[in-house]
């Protein structure tokens, strides 16, 4: 039961002075029994004139910063502890009647669910149901958690992360066309899968603990997306409640990933966005770096990393 630090600074930078509008940060990550953030601290510059703290529709803590200061920097550095508790898959305890597809939720949770089952991005030649009724049995019915564990690795074996600093995401048509994508990408072609076979799902931004980062990049054994924000996405299964699953890396359970902000579409889980005022190419560029480490590892010595990549 590690405890794990997140150091996690996004940096701007303009040609002159600009002033700032409404900023809204998602780095707090969620406390529940799989993880207990112990110390968190945030230093912002220049100094906002107005910090607060709200939890949004999903339970997420959003913080809102407001500035009257203009500069030609403006940084935001994160530092959080926290004690991480890892959920093996033979930890999930389904009900009978979830063990296998299809299923149908309860009356008390459908409520609940529906919107998460609802499909969000177009699919009009059902290309992605295919894709998702190709991991389906022809010969019997089909285990729950098997298929949801062989749709991430299928992920994480058969296409080719491509790392983009770009804000905004791929449909997950164009993700199946291209094979290729960011860790938010694949998140979101798993998560209209699973919506397609009438399952609850649910995106998740945050952060993966890679052990040993730079040693373990060099020798081919780090996770895909360490050292920058991740995202994957959660399944609602009875009896086992909100389960993790990570397609960039094949990961079933919440092992190495620190959840920080969940929401029904990606849109709404944006770890960091805002506005500034100035002329269109006073903007030059961003830095995002983010290191994970252990009790007691050496902070790794990291160049930019590519936020949500």
Same mark, same amino acid.
């Given at each position: 039961?590690?405890? #794990?630090?997140?150091?996690?600074?996004?940096?701007?930078?303009?040609?002159?002075?600009?002033?700032?509008?409404?900023?809204?940060?998602?780095?707090?990550?969620?406390?529940?029994?799989?993880q207990?953030?112990?110390?968190?601290?945030?230093?912002?510059?220049?100094?906002?004139?107005?910090?607060?703290?709200?939890?949004?529709?999903?339970? @997420?803590?959003?913080?809102?910063?407001? !500035?009257?200061?203009?500069?030609?920097?403006?940084?935001?550095?994160s530092?959080?502890?926290?004690?991480?508790?890892?959920?093996?898959? #033979?930890? !999930?305890?389904?009900?009978?009647?979830?063990?296998?597809?299809?299923?149908?939720?309860?009356?008390?949770?459908?409520?609940?669910?529906?919107?998460?089952?609802? =499909?969000?991005?177009?699919? %009009?030649?059902?290309? $992605?149901?295919? +894709?998702?009724?190709?991991?389906?049995?022809? /010969?019997?019915?089909?285990?729950?958690?098997?298929?949801? /564990?062989?749709?991430?690795?299928?992920?994480?074996?058969?296409f080719?992360?491509?790392?983009?600093?770009?804000?905004?995401?791929?449909? &997950?048509?164009?993700?199946?066309?291209?094979?290729?994508?960011t860790?938010?990408d694949?998140?979101?072609?798993?998560?209209?899968?699973?919506?397609?076979?009438?399952?609850?799902? =649910?995106?998740?931004s945050?952060?993966?603990?890679? %052990?040993?980062?730079?040693?373990?990049?060099?020798?081919?054994?780090?996770?895909?997306?360490?050292?920058?924000?991740?995202? +994957?996405?959660?399944?609602?299964? %009875?009896?086992?409640?909100?389960?993790?699953?990570?397609?960039? @890396?094949?990961i079933?359970?919440?092992?190495?990933?620190?959840?920080?902000?969940?929401?029904r579409?990606?849109?709404?889980? $944006?770890?960091?966005?805002?506005? +500034?005022?100035?002329? &269109?190419?006073?903007?030059?560029?961003?830095?995002?770096?983010?290191? $994970?480490?252990?009790?007691?590892? &050496?902070?790794?010595?990291?160049?930019?990393?590519?936020? @949500?990549?």
């Amino acid at each position: 039961m590690p405890i #794990l630090t997140v150091r996690h600074v996004t940096t701007y930078h303009y040609r002159q002075p600009v002033s700032f509008g409404e900023h809204r940060m998602m780095l707090r990550p969620r406390a529940g029994h799989d993880q207990r953030l112990l110390k968190a601290r945030i230093d912002i510059t220049p100094e906002p004139s107005q910090v607060w703290w709200v939890h949004d529709v999903f339970g @997420n803590s959003v913080g809102v910063v407001n !500035f009257t200061t203009r500069a030609r920097e403006l940084r935001f550095a994160s530092r959080i502890i926290l004690d991480h508790r890892p959920l093996e898959e #033979l930890d !999930f305890r389904l009900e009978d009647h979830a063990r296998s597809l299809p299923f149908s939720y309860s009356a008390e949770e459908m409520p609940d669910l529906a919107r998460s089952i609802e =499909r969000h991005h177009p699919d %009009p030649s059902r290309v $992605v149901d295919r +894709w998702a009724r190709g991991f389906l049995s022809r /010969t019997g019915p089909t285990g729950t958690l098997e298929l949801l /564990t062989a749709m991430a690795h299928a992920v994480s074996r058969d296409f080719t992360y491509v790392p983009r600093a770009m804000r905004g995401i791929q449909e &997950p048509v164009r993700t199946l066309e291209l094979g290729s994508g960011t860790c938010r990408d694949f998140a979101l072609l798993m998560m209209e899968a699973v919506r397609s076979l009438g399952l609850a799902a =649910r995106y998740v931004s945050g952060y993966i603990y890679s %052990p040993g980062f730079d040693r373990a990049l060099r020798e081919g054994r780090a996770h895909v997306g360490g050292g920058s924000t991740h995202a +994957w996405v959660r399944v609602y299964l %009875p009896g086992a409640g909100w389960v993790e699953f990570d397609p960039t @890396n094949g990961i079933v359970g919440n092992r190495d990933l620190i959840r920080v902000a969940i929401a029904r579409d990606p849109a709404q889980a $944006v770890p960091l966005h805002g506005s +500034w005022k100035g002329f &269109p190419d006073d903007a030059l560029d961003m830095d995002v770096s983010v290191t $994970v480490t252990a009790e007691d590892e &050496p902070v790794p010595a990291r160049g930019p990393a590519q936020q @949500n990549a």
